[in-house]
């Protein structure tokens, strides 16, 4: 719901809220705030409260580093009492864009990147992309110095009802909060791998998905630690099991009615959604460095484990990196299954949203839907569909971004230069590490 900025004063009154936390992300997406006492609310309402820029990843240079937060009052909530039950009073929170002291938006602010997509959109006549995320994360146990392990004593499985550990007791706790904090869920279950579970929300218009996302996080890890257990969103924790994606159901609507079915088509699918898919395949190598970005991210996305590795679409099957669900009418969707849940929700989305709409401006047709399995399709048949692979390495993908003019203008300058000079960084520190797997090899062989 949409809040005023008198509303919101008058919620804050009446709640004995105590702090407000102004809210924002870095390029790496990782959630970063501002926290203010009662005395500043009126100030940080007005967006009047700067911060150092040149200290969060990827902002500012030291000598241009004051920014401002102004606040979004649509995103205005009170945190429940399970997250932030510590006896010190109330805590409320606002998503803020990040600005220049002259009050012009900062390029550098992932936030604005999406807004702008979002921009672009609207001007081909549509009215918004709606996307519904999939986020799955591990519970872990801590060790006896409350630092992070990869253990769990969770013996569960797919849907299984009862987890033999406190697994499913934070699983609970964690929908009663985001309930309280007015999220939909549609489902909340265990996964395939032991320690592993999903929770699924409501589709929404693309900039509250991605503001959901970043809150869900923060309140998934929350929960986590209250219940004496790490949540982690890292793709690929323990090998030889499942990873952890983030699937993300994506339509377009126009005239408040789905762009993406057409009842006479063929799949009923519009030629909208038949151009949008079209661009996500198009851009699919440029845009995984940010809806996979990290070193980890590509352990996942290695086949046998139902992460995608291939570029194709498919009408029924999983082994597609975009399958359409049987759903029509209002639920319409493409579901495109390679992201996962590190990636930056603002800047994955921008990039999803910039493929499509390059797809759309430019009337491009994907392929045959591949019916098929495509991991049981030899190299031979793939290359006769014309199917590519994913890049295989972080680095492969920063490639690939560096080659993709339309991936590339949707971030604009700043942050495309801050990007690929952070995961380049990345990847050359994992590059000349020395691992667990290369000592257990040569180290008493050679």
Known sequence: MGYSKTEIQSILRNEDVKFLRLQFTDILGLNKNVEVPTSQFDKALDGEIMFDGSSIQGFTRIEESDMLLKPDYDTFLVFPEIIEGNGRGKVARLICD??????????????????????????????????????????????????????????????????????EEARRDMVNALVEMGFEIEAAHHEVAPGQHEIDFKYEDVLTTADNIATFKLVVKRIALNHGLHATFMPKPVAGINGSGMHTHLSLFKDGENAFYDEKAKYQLSEPALNF???LLAHAEGMVALTNPLVNSYKRLTPGFEAPTNIAWSASNRSAMIRIPARRGIGTRSELRMPDPSSNPYLALAAMLAAGIDGLENKLLPPPA????????????????????????????????????V???????????????????????????????????YLAEY
Do not use: C
């Open 370 to 405: 591949i019916q098929r399995n495509i991991y049981h399709m030899s190299v031979r048949d793939r290359r006769k569909h014309k199917i590519k692979e994913l890049p295989g390495t972080l680095r492969e993908a920063v490639a690939a971004l560096k080659k993709d003019r």
């Open 98 to 167: 990040v600005a220049f002291p002259d009050g012009a938006p900062f390029t550098g602010d992932p936030r604005y990147v999406l807004k702008r997509q979002i921009e672009r959109l609207k001007q081909l006549g549509f009215d918004n992309l709606y996307a519904g995320p999939e986020p799955e994360f591990f519970l872990f146990s801590l060790d006896a110095e409350g630092y992070a392990t990869t253990e769990t004593h969770d013996a569960a499985g797919y849907f299984d009802l009862a987890p033999v550990d406190k697994g």
């Open 277 to 279: 898919i079209a661009g």
């Open 407 to 441: 991936i590339k203008e949707a971030l604009g300058e700043h942050i495309y230069d801050h990007f690929i000079e952070a995961k380049t960084l990345e990847f050359d520190a994992y590059r000349v590490s020395v691992h667990d797997w290369e000592l257990d090899r």
